[in-house]
């Protein structure tokens, strides 16, 4: 879960003529009249344009984040297929999976999730199998090496057997977006020696706000305790959690309820740190003119998470194929980076990464991204995370 985010809500953006239909799946039936059949993808780019078989007054029903829902982002798409697209933001992977275990899966077409929750989505019986040859074109030939097969990258592909990722395994999503979570600092008043580590964050020298996001917060503070995350802990290490986060919050001066207090905190130097923070403070801080805001990957290290978007069970419009190809699209690509409003992280794709201007590249740090990606580690998800939510909401009572 990513709090990379502005509050969550319903953005209606107006305007579809169907895409060219596509079979996939067993029987006469196209892939979207299938509740769970393989999503195949026509060839030679014939997604990117309305097909044959169009259909008139479809809407695309997404389940995402902040900054997909931009107009630079929508519009296009609206404009030449002729169709509505309804974006339902969220802040929370457990929260957003809860809601379409439920039954909202009906709802909706499309769903992103950071990737750690494919496995989950999947067993669950929630999103469709991908044909990965078909869409390769639209999707993995276009992102950078990291995220290619070739640099081992399977946070998209699953065993079938545990639903464990598995890079020979079936593509259940196409990654989309990604940034990192770690702090941010005020790099005029925190001296660079202090915050090389998190141990700043539990410095009385400096003023500090812990933002409410106990499922970041967590992991963060295991990378500062040595503790690997995706594991399941012993009592020691729960105990050893214990007291840092007590520590923490102990030496905090404020507890900042959502993301936006967080960078009015930082912003009106009410705090120097903000912990935790990460890669979504861009759009706000320092695109906003705040090169002296970072999100800094110290010694400890951050976590990856990768925004992945997932064709869901049920009945589709016949342009839901189309509308995943659009979104990665390089201009769309580059459009979600730098949105007209929301969220401004980077995206895996190359071509929109090659039309940033020097300005973009400072505030997305794009030149600083495979540095931070090798001092970070991929969120891949917390087994015993309840064991560590007591601990979370008793410290808060703390400050």
Request: aromatic share 12%; glycine share 10%.
């Amino acid at each position: 879960m990513k709090a990379a985010t502005a509050t969550a809500g319903l953005a209606t953006i107006a305007g579809c003529t169907g895409g060219d239909g596509g079979g996939g799946g067993s029987g006469d039936a196209p892939w979207y009249e299938q509740e769970l059949a393989e999503v195949p993808a026509a060839p030679d780019g014939a997604l990117y344009e309305p097909g044959e078989e169009d259909t008139t007054g479809e809407t695309i029903n997404h389940l995402t984040w902040t900054g997909y829902d931009a107009s630079n982002v929508q519009d296009p798409f609206r404009n030449q297929f002729n169709c509505d697209t309804q974006l339902d933001l969220f802040t929370s992977n457990p929260k957003a999976f809860n809601r379409l275990e439920s039954g909202e899966w009906q709802q909706f077409d499309q769903a992103t999730f950071d990737m750690a929750w494919l496995p989950n989505l999947a067993e669950a019986g929630l999103i469709r199998p991908m044909d990965y040859e078909e869409w390769k074109p639209y999707t993995f030939d276009k992102y950078i090496d990291m995220f290619t097969k070739e640099e081992d990258y399977a946070f998209a592909f699953l065993n079938e057997d545990d639903y464990s990722f598995d890079l020979d395994g079936t593509m259940y999503g196409a990654p989309q977006r990604f940034g990192w979570a770690s702090f941010v600092v005020n790099k005029d008043t925190v001296s660079e020696s202090d915050y090389s580590s998190y141990d700043a964050a539990w410095m009385d020298e400096y003023d500090v706000g812990v933002y409410d996001l106990f499922f970041w917060g967590v992991q963060i503070i295991m990378l500062r305790e040595g503790i690997e995350p995706y594991k399941e802990h012993t009592d020691e290490e729960i105990e050893q959690v214990r007291q840092a986060t007590f520590d923490l919050f102990d030496n905090a001066k404020t507890l900042l309820p959502d993301f936006a207090s967080m960078n009015q905190a930082m912003k009106s130097g009410e705090i120097d740190i903000g912990f935790i923070s990460g890669s979504w403070i861009n759009g706000t801080l320092r695109r906003g003119g705040g090169l002296n805001f970072q999100a800094h990957v110290p010694e400890e290290g951050g976590v990856i998470w990768v925004e992945t978007t997932c064709m869901l069970k049920g009945d589709h419009p016949t342009v839901s194929d189309n509308y995943l190809a659009y979104m990665q699209q390089g201009e769309t690509a580059k459009n979600l980076m730098w949105p007209t409003s929301g969220g401004t992280n980077v995206v895996p794709h190359q071509t929109a990464i090659d039309e940033l201007n020097d300005e973009q590249r400072e505030v997305l740090r794009v030149d600083e991204v495979p540095d931070i990606v090798d001092n970070s580690v991929f969120y891949t998800g917390i087994p015993d995370l309840d064991k560590f939510e007591p601990i979370w909401r008793e410290a808060k009572s703390r400050i």
